[in-house]
């Protein structure tokens, strides 16, 4: 199947090289795995891909994103763009529907932070957003402010909270971008008014739908995709197994490569135990199949260990999700629908207890 623009399909094409590298990787040692159950599905049939999700007030948030209602893509189905807000509140049963987006879309990054939960850029069917916007829960309504945008925009970006300071990394400029980016931003939530600085870049391929995460003073950046123009208006993916680490004494650091690919994976991933769990994510093994034949998304759990710089894997997700948002809400990781199978999204919410996780001895 042909995709006629990057953001209406996850898996276009792959580089061989890079898929049989990942299939190649050796094993590692698992360390205990999450206990996950979930929470109340999403008050929609097919679910969301891309949706944006955060916490405020005490509630969890999931909003935005898109799906195929009608007819899969491969049967001609338009791929529709929501702005419908949910809300599910603390032993609450069901989600409400509060409100909406400042318009439809999805594909950015969602950060959680003291002031409430931020929306970066994203995008719909014919651009790509670089607005920013701070979402507050008021009891009954969800209220957005305008904070500074980015320089340029991004969809598919990864991001995440260091401190007092939101980064972000990569993405693509446009629905039919032939290239992705190697941009690099930081937003100083305490200095807002200056807006985002523009930082050197990881010293490694441009990329998008990678995965962040925040450890102690750095920002880290794993795996992701990279588009690779074949002819005139196509392009093929490059798949990455990269990874990086940003502090600002330091600068970028190239890390240890990951086992196996991993794009668009669960992000900003959690940190336990000192360890940087990534759920998932796209291998491109199954990248030549045909939708009808795809199998689903890899579901074992990379960690990565901060400490010696060593991966090993902890265990199997019961989901196979990918471009979806990961958020933390009362001690629980939260995993709000996402893509199943190429053009086929989730209604279920996966989530897992940190607090029960084995400490690490």
């Known amino acids: 199947m042909r995709c006629p623009t990057v953001a209406f399909c ?13 299939q190649s990787a050796p094993d590692m040692t698992t360390s205990p795995p999450l206990h996950w159950n979930e929470l109340p599905a999403l008050p929609d049939r097919e679910g969301f891909a891309g949706s944006y ?5 005490g509630a969890l948030i999931v909003a935005g994103g898109a799906n195929f209602p009608d007819k899969r893509p491969w049967e001609g189905g338009t791929k529709i763009w929501y702005d419908r807000l949910f ?16 318009h439809a879309g999805g594909y950015g990054v969602s950060v959680n932070t003291p002031e409430g939960f931020v929306l970066i850029g994203g995008g719909d069917a014919t651009r790509n ?11 009954e309504t969800v209220t957005f402010t305008a904070w500074p945008q980015l320089p340029k925009p991004l969809a598919m970006a990864a991001g995440a909270l260091v401190g007092r300071t939101l980064y972000v990394a990569g993405g693509l400029d446009r629905p039919d971008a032939t290239a992705a980016q190697n941009a690099f931003f930081a937003l100083d939530l305490d200095q807002l008014a200056r ?54 004494a330091t600068g970028w650091k190239r890390l240890a490569d990951l086992p196996r690919v991993s794009v668009a994976a669960p992000s900003p991933a959690p940190v336990i135990d000192g360890r940087i769990l990534i759920f998932g994510g796209d291998d491109g093994a199954q990248a030549a199949l045909s939708p009808t034949e795809h199998r689903g998304f890899p579901r074992d759990t990379l960690a990565y260990r901060v400490a010696d710089d060593t991966w090993s894997r902890a265990g199997e997700v019961p989901f196979s999700l990918v471009t979806t948002a990961l958020t933390t809400w009362r001690g629980q990781i939260v995993v709000p629908g996402g893509e199943a199978r190429p053009g086929v999204r989730s209604p279920r919410v996966w989530t897992a207890e940190i607090n029960a996780h084995p400490a690490k001895k």
Request: with cysteine; charged share 20%; glycine share 8%.
């Open 53 to 57: 999700a955060g916490v405020s007030g």
């Open 10 to 22: 996850l898996l276009a094409f792959c580089l061989p090289a890079a898929a049989a590298s990942a």
């Open 195 to 248: 807006g985002w600085r523009e930082l050197p870049t990881w010293p490694g391929a441009e990329r998008f739908l990678a995965t962040a995460a925040a450890h102690g003073d750095a920002f880290f950046l794993f795996s992701g995709a990279r588009l690779v123009p074949t002819e005139p208006g196509k392009t093929s993916r490059a798949w990455l197994r990269d990874a990086y680490r940003y502090s600002p």
């Open 87 to 102: 809300v599910l509140e603390p032993a609450a049963t069901t989600w409400r529907i509060v409100g909406r987006l400042p």
């Open 129 to 139: 957003f670089n607005e920013v916007w701070l979402a507050r829960w008021e009891r």
